[in-house]
């Protein structure tokens, strides 16, 4: 079980020593090596994506990121962004699918701007395609057309799948219904697009590859509706990647605390690359004040989906909802009548509840 | 003046009749003439847009429609469905802009899955272009295609904006934006679709005919959370037909109360059609059960937005405003401790509080 750690900037360092902490804790035997992404690699190489970097990548079977990016690196040329270090391992790696649960704790319920009842204990898993759709489909562009008998501008997409991108994305999800309430819903817009039809017809064909789980279909409109209505009616949904760019930040937002959310992005084999939902926090970094439980979760996320150590993953789970029961907050989550914590007693704290 | 009135089907005929008396009780000069629509019109004539609608829909100013569809006509062959009534009269008269209020009265703050304070009181309005975008894009399909050396399904659509048609939707959101609050929030996914790159260049053309309104632009994933986590924070929301489709309903469904929200649809002379966003629902149909205020205030819409008479429209908001504080309710918006009404006698509280 090789891993890539990779702290990037800001706060990554910080929360990623905590998830080692607590890997290490384990009774596994992992291999890590740790490398530089981001904005520190753009410091020490020039280059936000180094070779060296890339190459450990590649020949690991997972990659845990902090996060990356930051002020100090804006006035930087475009090939530096700290994000292309992202952008080139997912393209690398062809990690087609984005896992982002959206967990809400009972004990931060208050956080969301839903009534508590609504999404209090809510758990559902959104997996969005992130290789495909409208965002890299070609042809694109804008150009000058003759349009009502004058030169106009005209700006076009192609939103194009192919069937085995489909495929592969609904495997993803139906597996991942397998590992949790075995009920998938598989989001499109099949009414008035057709690469959304072609999209539920194949989700319909991988179902019979899956028969314990429950395949639903809603469209778009609808979902974002659902989602505000009653998100708890959900498991896993899945969808394309502008859809799902859209639903699953919209999901992540009904929490009220993105400092809590891990998310995964896997290829085919199951390799993967483990992170935080949120950024690298630059104005807080360095000062043992960033939450560290959404990346010890991304660690769990790793573990189950990577490695296949479910008991591990339930584990750690269970130790970050044992933590909350005791009381323990970091800042951006801390309500009067709870113990207010450091990134580092927050990860004692976690290490203590295993 | 002229109205042409389409009462339609199911409850069309009660919640239409009650906006019919409210607009007589006002000291103004209306032609109202009243056609078939939908399904009632399929089984007069077998089409669900008899020429004689058309030409009525034609010559007037604006068009009140109530709703239409039902079971009864699910059956009927593809050219007779209900619903396309509406689509021929949209077409025709080219009504590109969908006006859609997400109003939610304090009165009715409990019916929200969102904390009150969040959304009591909420006052936005989406304006989603309606006859472009992805919906009607070319070219599209579904097609075998060689992929990966082998032959393989492939679907595709097409985004597509020419200036003309963003440049004329932007027009009605800025106008609509300087009868109100005088703030335009418009949304793009400008960092990866052309499309709506050359959508924010035109927006902030557009911007400069319109001094006194602040132009603010947001990605359409930010979009969605944000009305999630502080939708007071907007005035008037712009977008495309795809984006507008998904947040319209995510708003509608912040409110709770879909029987209460009205919407208008226009073409580049003002001239609408203007119907409640909720459905006939034929399973309450001719009880004296249905709410009428979605329809009265979609003649409140019209008013604004046809016939430039702000105060009559303000008058019959107010109006609203006052029997709800005066405890009267429909079954679908009833609580403990109000008045529960009918159709009617909603219709009559309406006009005593005029
Ligand atoms: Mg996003
Ligand atoms: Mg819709």
Redo the contacts between chains.
């Keep these: 079980m090789k891993i890539c750690v990779l702290p990037g900037d800001g706060i990554g360092p910080e929360i990623m020593a905590q998830a080692v902490r607590v890997l290490n804790a384990l009774d596994l035997q992992f291999e890590m090596e740790e490398a530089l992404v981001g904005g520190c690699a753009v410091d020490a190489t020039g280059n936000p994506l180094p070779e060296a970097t890339l190459q450990l990548a590649r020949a690991a079977d997972a990659i845990l990121l902090g996060a990356v990016g930051g002020p100090k690196w804006d006035s930087h040329p475009r090939n530096q962004r700290p994000e292309l270090g992202l952008l080139g391992i997912r393209k690398e790696l062809a990690l087609f699918a984005n896992l982002r649960p959206a967990i809400l704790y009972p004990e931060l319920a208050n956080a969301s ?3 508590p009842e ?1 999404v209090a204990g809510l758990d559902i898993l959104i997996v969005r395609e992130l290789t495909g759709d ?2 890299f ?1 070609q042809p ?3 150009e000058l ?1 003759e ?2 008998g004058e030169s ?13 991108e489909i495929r592969r994305i609904l495997r993803v999800a139906f597996e991942a219904a397998m590992k949790r309430g075995k009920r998938l819903c598989s989001v499109d ?1 099949m009414n ?8 539920r ?2 989700a319909i064909e991988v179902s019979k590859e899956f028969p314990e789980v429950e395949l639903t279909h809603m469209l ?3 979902a ?2 659902q ?4 998100p708890k009616q959900f498991d896993v949904m899945v969808t394309g990647n ?1 859809f799902g ?3 699953s ?2 999901a ?3 929490t ?1 605390s993105i400092g809590m959310l891990p998310s995964a992005s896997l290829n085919a084999d199951n390799k993967g690359m483990y992170e935080p939902s949120h950024g690298s926090a630059p104005d807080i970094a360095g000062k043992d004040l960033a939450n560290p439980l959404a990346t010890i979760l991304s660690a769990a996320m790793m573990l189950r989906y990577t490695f296949n150590q479910e008991a591990a993953a339930q584990r750690i789970e269970r130790a970050v909802k044992k933590v909350l029961a005791q009381g323990y907050r970091t800042g951006d989550i801390y309500e009067p009548g709870t113990k207010r914590v450091g990134t580092r007693e927050m990860g004692d704290a976690v290490l203590a509840a295993l």
Excluded: F
């Design positions: 701007t839903l009534k609504i409208i965002y489909g694109r562009g804008i057309r349009v009502n106009q501008r005209v700006g076009w997409n192609t939103m194009i799948y192919a069937e085995y817009k008035v697009l057709e690469t959304t039809q072609l999209w017809d194949i778009v409109d609808n974002a509706m989602l505000v209505r009653n502008m760019d859209i639903l930040d919209e992540s937002m009904l009220g």
